[in-house]
């Protein structure tokens, strides 16, 4: 049940999203997350950062580290790739392939925090957008 607010351009909804009216909704993007575990110490830690207050989805909320699905993303080569049966999960209602939602993850990853999510070789070959610094690190990606 949507609360109206008097004299305000905005409606509230029950789960908290503020909606301006009378402008179409925002269309979703394709996009990927990582979620880091370390469990080196008595209690697991997980890797999460802070968005900034600037951002007009989501500002100043804490976030793992991640981001929208960029074209190039699928085309990047890889070490490995996904088990067959993470992938078919990754395919259900999805236009893109699995791989582009696994690479953006380890992409997104990368440029938010510099860890890389794979292992020291250089697999030469194209390097796609977005994927320079990355590949110059002498890293590619294992899914």
């Known amino acids: ?28 993007k394709d ?19 802070k968005r900034s207050g ?3 989805f ?5 976030v793992f580290p991640g981001g929208r699905v960029d074209p190039q993303d699928g085309k990047a ?9 993470t992938a078919a999960k990754l395919q259900i209602k999805c236009r893109r392939t699995p791989r582009s939602f696994a690479l953006t993850a380890i992409r997104e990853t990368f440029e938010e925090t510099g860890l890389i999510v794979g292992k020291a070789r250089d697999i030469g070959g194209a390097r796609p957008e977005g994927w320079g610094d990355y590949y110059a690190l002498g890293a590619a990606p294992c899914l």
Not at 33 to 43: A, F, K, M, P, V
Not at 58 to 62: C, E, L, Q, R, T
Not at 77 to 85: D, Q, R
């Open 1 to 28: 049940m949507a609360e109206k607010m008097l004299g305000s351009a905005y409606d509230k909804e029950d789960e908290g999203d503020v909606v301006e009216r009378g402008r179409p909704s925002p269309r979703p």
């Open 31 to 49: 996009a990927a997350t990582l979620i880091l575990l370390r469990r080196d110490e008595s209690q697991p830690r997980i890797l999460m950062g």
């Open 54 to 56: 600037k951002h007009a």
């Open 58 to 62: 989501m500002p100043d909320k804490y």
């Open 77 to 85: 080569p890889s070490l490995t790739e996904l088990h067959p049966k």
